[in-house]
């Protein structure tokens, strides 16, 4: 992998199911690690085995359905939890095991009333065992951002040393700004000897609203793997949005010269897809994405735009797999035309599946003249509820 590519690591199966009413059953967390992988996601994080039996299932069957990316687990730093992580990753064609314990003198006080000398004990046996269950290991010190940067950077150096092949620093609580987070990378990498020997990622929390503008930042300093998730769903405020680090690096490409290997023509059908599993609408406005975000309202913005796009459209909806033009399906259209209508839209149905919905769509298009994506999509949600209920 060259210099300047940015791995993407995918949480929205683990951060992103911490969101309140965003839990998804196995069968969904596989069907939108599929769509992950087709987006060409290079690391998908597909659970947290300790955390319940379902967790554990729903690694397990990510790891054997999925080949390409590698498969991650989340563990605390503890014998048990890393056992199970690596249990449930045992399909998988490469496996990671993402271990973390708490830095910060606040979460050492308050949550886990130790020593820093323990959690770091801690943290380097739990690399050493997980070394010996997958074949790379990433380690994040929680809350490295409120984190004595000299602390942060002896625990850097000896867990890497322990054998940690990603150091992720995590902004737990989005409290950090660019400026700080550029720093703090800078840092590692002027103090800590052996950095050359992993991969520096870090995973940021929104609470501010600047989880993407600190992922950035933290890339320009040397960070070459950034956690995100789609539609930038995750704890509290939420991670950094993939859809939106992605489109940053490519449209600015001028001040960014780094690349991913996503094909951004599936982010929408992606976040598409996420919204279909768990009903959680996209806000409007929300970039790349939202319904708005390639919406021109204003009579000066519509004369520009039909004088030269490039007048107000910093990137082309199709670039990230938005349809440009209103979706025309008729009552006349065969099931051939319906069947890829659904793929433009990231949906796959087998022959037996596609008639069903077949039958629905004549059924509209015999009350509704012109059949819109928003219909399909709410076809397609009707379907998958009745599919659950008869499950
Ligand atoms: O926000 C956080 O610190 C996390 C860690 C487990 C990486 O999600
Ligand atoms: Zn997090």
Redesign the pocket.
């Known amino acids: 992998m060259s210099q300047h590519t940015i791995r993407i690591f995918d ?1 929205t199966l683990r ?1 992103g199911e911490q969101s309140p009413g965003c839990s998804m059953t196995i069968h969904e967390k596989v069907r939108l690690a599929q769509q992950l992988d087709r987006l060409g996601v290079d690391i998908i994080e597909a659970g947290f085995p300790a955390a319940s039996e379902g967790d554990a299932k729903a690694v397990q069957a990510i790891a054997a359905n999925c080949s390409r990316p590698v498969i991650a687990a ?1 563990a605390r730093a503890n014998c048990e939890d890393i056992r199970r992580a690596g249990v449930s990753l045992e399909p998988a064609r490469r496996s990671r095991i ?1 271990t ?1 314990i708490a830095t910060s003198d606040i979460h050492l006080q308050f949550k886990l009333r130790r020593s820093r000398e323990e959690v770091l004990e801690q943290a380097c046996l739990a690399v050493e065992f997980a070394r010996t269950l997958a074949d790379e290991v990433e380690f ?1 010190p ?2 490295a951002t409120r984190t004595d940067p000299d602390f942060l950077c002896q625990v850097v150096r000896e867990i890497i040393a322990a054998g940690a092949t990603v150091v ?1 620093i ?1 902004d ?1 609580v989005g409290y950090t700004i660019p400026t700080e987070m550029h720093r703090l990378v800078s840092r590692l990498f002027e103090k800590v000897d052996n950095i050359g020997e992993a991969t520096i990622s870090v ?1 940021c ?1 929104n609470d501010l609203g600047l989880a993407v503008a600190n992922s950035i930042a933290a890339i320009e300093a040397g960070a070459r793997q950034v ?1 995100c998730t789609i539609n930038g769903i995750g ?1 509290r405020a939420g991670n950094a949005s993939l859809e939106e680090m992605v489109m940053a690096l490519r449209v600015r490409q001028d001040a960014l010269p780094f690349t991913t290997n996503i094909n951004s023509t599936h982010l929408f059908p992606t976040s598409q897809l996420l919204t279909e599993i768990t009903g959680i609408q996209v806000q409007p406005n929300k970039a790349i994405v939202g319904r708005n975000a390639f919406a021109h309202e204003a009579g000066i913005h519509q004369d520009g735009m039909l004088k030269n796009r490039l007048t107000y459209e910093i990137m082309t909806p199709e670039s990230v797999g938005v349809p440009e033009t209103k979706l025309v399906l008729g009552k006349h259209s065969g099931r051939h035309a319906l069947r890829s209508h659904f793929e433009r839209l990231g949906y796959q149905f087998s022959t037996f599946e596609t008639d069903r919905l077949y039958r629905k769509f004549t059924d509209l298009a015999d009350v509704k003249k012109e059949i819109t994506d928003a219909d399909l999509i709410a076809l397609v949600q009707e379907f998958h509820q009745q599919t659950k209920l008869s499950a």
Request: hydrophobic share 15%; proline share 7%; charged share 35%.
């Open positions: 949480t951060d989340l993402h973390f994040s929680e809350d992720n995590p737990t995973h929390h956690e704890e």
